[in-house]
């Protein structure tokens, strides 16, 4: 069988009474802001407008409490602004409006996604481990000697060098470069991960409800016995519905391969896709730093940001796709030597299966 397919009934039927009742309740929040949406965006009265914020403003904030008790009583939630002091928070906020921002063009938009999950990875490693690493290195300066400097970071070895990087092809495939080259600069031992590549696609013919995630075999590139008893990691910046990765870890265990661990970053992640992923997998946590509320009929997270695989991409036609080499190349030379030991093994992978 070359395709796996997962459906939108089988996520919701890992859901709890519980998830339900808070997933109504947020699209209840949610209807509430989508008409002031409608009043922001096309009254000409100013007041009115102005009235129409502030009333947003305080639901907002009701859906951010909400979340908040949603993390709190469900331990393998990691949201960025929940999980830090709050001094932190305004930057996690401001780098988020920049990427929602219609104005923030590609080049923008990849440098807020990079800083983005520079943030995700001190949030679930920064902290983690009390050891300390000592960087010992020479500098420009030679005068009268030469000069050295010597940095302490955390000592994340044991955490990261079992890692395998899990890519959800096309929009996560930068996001695992950047997240793979954050391990290596943290490791002692300069540790690049291994790569697994799956070609998962969601039916976008179909609506939420019953939307079709589907696994194609023949254009994913993995070894089944090189994934067992690893760490694995996945780093997508948008989690929707959790569909596509439910549906590769499912399928991974189905064939035997037990993870130590699993771990899911994402730059915004839906609150139902979220909970399907905590519900349906056991040892996954899932690292965001932007919860949203809700999901559209058509599966898209509102109020979200657009594709931001288009958006760190480009768009494809359909006749004529992009392999993932084709898709790495188009990077350009700036960013292939920036992540040059993540191609190298992104390369060896593709070209070795």
């Not at 699209?27 to 009265?45: C, G, H, P, R, T």
């Not at 996690?92 to 063009?105: H, M, N």
């Not at 009268?144 to 955390?154: E, G, L, S």
Request: glycine residues 4%; aromatic residues 10%; charged residues 25%.
């Amino acid at each position: 069988m070359s395709k796996i397919i997962l459906k939108a009934t089988d996520l919701d039927g890992y859901l709890t009474n519980s998830d339900k009742e808070n997933i109504e309740k947020m699209q209840a929040y949610y209807d509430e802001a989508m008409k002031l949406y409608e009043v922001i965006s096309s009254s000409n009265f100013t007041d009115k407008i102005e009235a129409s914020k502030k009333d947003l403003i305080i639901i907002y904030n009701r859906m951010g409490e909400l979340m908040q008790k949603i993390a709190e009583d469900t331990p393998a939630i990691k949201v960025y602004s929940f999980e830090t002091p709050r001094e932190t928070h305004g930057e996690a906020s401001r780098l988020i409006a920049k990427l929602r921002d219609v104005r923030t063009e590609n080049h923008e938009f990849l440098y807020y996604i990079q800083r983005a999950y520079e943030m995700l990875f001190n949030l679930a490693y920064g902290g983690a481990s009390s050891e300390k690493n000592y960087l010992i290195t020479k500098t420009p300066v030679n005068i009268p000697v030469q000069n050295y400097a010597v940095h302490k970071i955390p000592d994340v070895d044991e955490l990261v060098e079992n890692s395998v990087m899990c890519v959800m092809l096309r929009g996560a495939l930068l996001p695992s470069m950047i997240m793979s080259k954050e391990i290596q600069e943290y490791s002692s031992k300069s540790y690049v991960t291994p790569f697994a590549l799956f070609k998962i696609s969601r039916d976008d013919s179909k609506n939420e409800k019953n939307m079709e995630y589907i696994l194609d075999l023949e254009k994913s590139y993995f070894n089944l016995e090189s994934l067992n008893g690893k760490d694995l990691i996945f780093a997508d910046p948008m989690n929707a519905t959790g569909g596509s990765m439910v549906t590769i870890v499912k399928y991974l265990q189905d064939n035997n391969v037990k993870p130590k661990s699993i771990s899911f970053f994402n730059v915004i992640s839906a609150l139902k896709g979220t909970l399907r992923i905590v519900r349906a997998l056991e040892n996954v946590t899932v690292y965001t730093l932007w919860m949203d509320p809700v999901l559209n009929h058509k599966a898209y997270i509102m109020p979200g940001l657009g594709d931001a695989g288009d958006r760190l991409n480009g768009t494809d036609s359909e006749d004529h796709p992009r392999n993932i080499i084709q898709l790495i190349a188009d990077y350009g030379a700036g960013i292939s030597q920036l992540y040059r030991s993540q191609v190298r093994e992104i390369e060896e992978t593709v070209l070795g299966n």
